[in-house]
């Protein structure tokens, strides 16, 4: 057997985001902005959800765990690529480099399983509205957030395992800008025939599965909406979906691009800028879209927001009304 050019590597060389200088301020204070939008507006969601008993719905805590992944998300792959253009210095460690696929697999197959127990749960309020309720009980709703974790976890640290049995070649440039679990694969010298396969299992299973739930949950749910006799009931049913779909079609609509820049773009960079957007951009559109289509969601952020600013107010006051009181003096 001939001898391989591997070793043991201790890090990873991830791309730079831009090669001009100038451009790296401008660039970090964009990504920077995004991540904070979408940090905030996460936050924003979860707690008028939970601040308000009237979103106490099943709905709405699917909502709140979409949330929460999505700022995981975000903050497995952001905060490292800010650091790197603030340092000039585009390595990563093994170990970070294995928990960053680790973590990425984690919170996007959560995403996507979130995505579909949503859509059951539309399907289910449209389709079945007098059995809504006792289908849809707190001890499913959490059932079924337990289970889409557990799932995401085992498939995370199956395939980071898998990793850890592969030898790298001295070449160990990733062309993105975070850790991806298919690039490390094809930085290997070692045999990767079981990790492709395990790749293209768990985009079957993980992937499909979900995305194939969504579409039989609209497919119900557009055929019951038309045999509705009233076109308000149909508007109705319609406008509840809309906010989801919407978070569907922008959540699968950027996997697919990275699929489609990956096999036919001519120029890394364009997928990598593609990738990081995948990871960027509907995390962050998501608080947008549930505030600005839901009339709920709106009259609770606006409570939130005004309960905020008068608590504001008055630890204003206080400071102000404590700064300008005369000192006292203690006199024995």
């Known amino acids: 057997m001939e001898p391989r050019n591997e070793t043991h590597v201790s890090d990873f060389l991830l791309m730079e985001v831009t090669e001009d200088p100038e451009l790296k301020p401008l660039l970090f204070s964009l990504f920077l902005s995004m991540y904070l939008v979408t940090v905030l507006g996460n936050l924003l969601?979860?707690?008028?959800?939970?601040?308000d008993p009237h979103l106490h719905t099943p709905m709405y805590f699917f909502l709140c765990n979409l949330s929460l992944a999505d700022i995981c998300l975000s903050t497995t792959t952001v905060p490292k690529m800010l650091v790197n253009i603030q340092a000039q210095n585009q390595h990563i460690s093994y170990s970070g480099?294995?928990?960053?696929?680790?973590?990425?697999?984690v919170?996007?197959?959560?995403n996507s399983c979130i995505l579909s127990a949503m859509a059951y749960d539309r399907y289910t309020a449209i389709c079945h509205p007098l059995m809504y309720t006792v289908i849809m009980n707190p001890r499913l709703c959490v059932l079924l957030i337990l289970l889409s974790l557990l799932i995401s976890i085992v498939d995370a640290?199956?395939?980071?395992l898998m990793l850890l049995r592969l030898s790298f070649c001295t070449h160990v440039e990733i062309p993105l800008f975070f850790c991806e679990?298919?690039?490390v694969i094809q930085l290997a010298c070692s045999d990767t025939l079981i990790n492709n396969i395990l790749i293209y299992l768990a985009t079957g299973v993980f992937g499909g599965i979900p995305l194939c739930g969504i579409i039989f949950s609209y497919t119900q749910i557009v055929s019951s909406v038309l045999r509705m006799p009233s076109a308000g009931r149909k508007f109705k049913a319609f406008s509840?979906?809309?906010s989801h779909l919407s978070i569907v079609c922008l959540f699968y609509g950027a996997a697919f691009a990275v699929y489609i820049s990956s096999a036919f773009a001519d120029s890394s960079r364009n997928t990598a800028v593609v990738s990081m957007m995948y990871t960027v951009v509907p995390q962050m559109m998501n608080p947008f879209i549930y505030s600005l289509r839901n009339r709920d969601m709106k009259g609770a952020l606006r409570k939130l927001i005004s309960n905020i600013l008068l608590v504001f107010e008055n630890c204003l006051?206080?400071?102000?009304?404590?700064?300008?009181?005369?000192?006292t003096y203690l006199h024995t």
């Open 317 to 327: 006051v206080y400071v102000s009304v404590w700064s300008d009181a005369p000192p």
């Open 45 to 51: 969601m979860i707690l008028a959800v939970s601040s």
């Open 107 to 110: 919170f996007a197959s959560l």
């Open 157 to 160: 640290l199956l395939h980071s």
């Open 240 to 242: 509840t979906c809309g």
């Open 97 to 105: 480099c294995l928990t960053q696929v680790c973590c990425v697999l």
């Open 181 to 183: 679990v298919v690039q």
